[in-house]
């Protein structure tokens, strides 16, 4: 499986996990909805400052939302 989808995937769990829908890790993470559902279907490459963002929204390490990738 593609990095991007195994990582979109990733950050869908976590968000579930969390009880977030994609609009609040959006604004959380100060993020726009589109670019988190874009982001989970895989569909996007984040930067390095994006997954810190996403991961802080999450109130995860960067190294645990890149875990098992």
Do not use: W
């Not at 609009?23 to 984040?46: D, Q």
């Not at 802080?56 to 645990?64: G, H, P, T, V």
């Amino acid at each position: 499986m593609d990095v991007r989808l195994r990582f979109g995937k990733r950050v869908r769990d976590l968000r579930a996990r969390r009880g977030l829908t994609q609009e609040a890790l959006a604004a959380a993470s100060k993020l726009h909805v589109t670019y988190i559902s874009s982001l989970e279907r895989g569909h996007r490459n984040p930067s390095l400052q994006t997954c810190r963002a996403i991961a802080s929204a999450l109130n995860f390490s960067l190294s645990e939302l890149f875990r098992d990738l």
